[in-house]
């Protein structure tokens, strides 16, 4: 399987499987999890980075016993709609799980995700260590949901 469209994304899932979302940065990698019927993304849990094969390893495991058989991946284009470094790095890690692993991979735009989720911890008045905690994979969540 390539990097497809989000629009083909749900053609290429069996019955019940659900979808990861990402939000991958340079320390961490969010995780969030969809629901069986693709309708609704929760937050499950933040990977510290190491290694990129154990990380995709982590990753595979816990999606294998999720029944996952798709990511969305953010996609970190710059405020103007431009592609930048973030985006080269980004593509890099999609095509490094390609090679580990045939599934179905989409991009999402993920402008503001964590200045929105941010604010609504905030409104929710979260302590700072709480926010630091969660905000990776409540971006995920965010960037899965908007997939969806």
């Known amino acids: 399987m390539a990097i497809c ?3 083909d994304m749900k ?3 069996l019955a019940g499987q659900r979808l990861f979302g990402l939000d ?3 320390k961490t990698i969010g995780l969030a999890i969809s629901d069986g019927n693709l309708a609704v993304a929760s937050p499950l849990k933040i990977l510290w980075r190491n290694k990129f094969t154990a990380d995709a390893d982590s990753m595979f495991t816990l999606g294998d016993a999720e029944n996952v058989g798709g990511l969305i991946i953010g996609w970190p284009l710059n ?5 930048g470094p973030r985006c080269d790095a980004t593509r ?3 095509h490094a799980l390609l090679r580990l692993r045939d599934i179905p991979i989409a ?4 402008r503001l995700s964590t200045q929105a989720v941010e604010s609504a911890m905030l409104a929710a008045d979260m302590t700072r260590a709480k926010r630091h905690e969660r905000r990776d994979a409540l971006a995920a969540a965010w960037i899965l949901q908007s997939a969806l």
């Open 79 to 83: 405020m103007d709609g431009s592609q």
């Open 107 to 110: 991009f999402m735009d993920e």
């Open 5 to 7: 469209k989000l629009n």
């Open 11 to 13: 053609s290429a899932l």
């Open 92 to 94: 890099d890690f999609a």
């Open 24 to 26: 991958v940065g340079k």
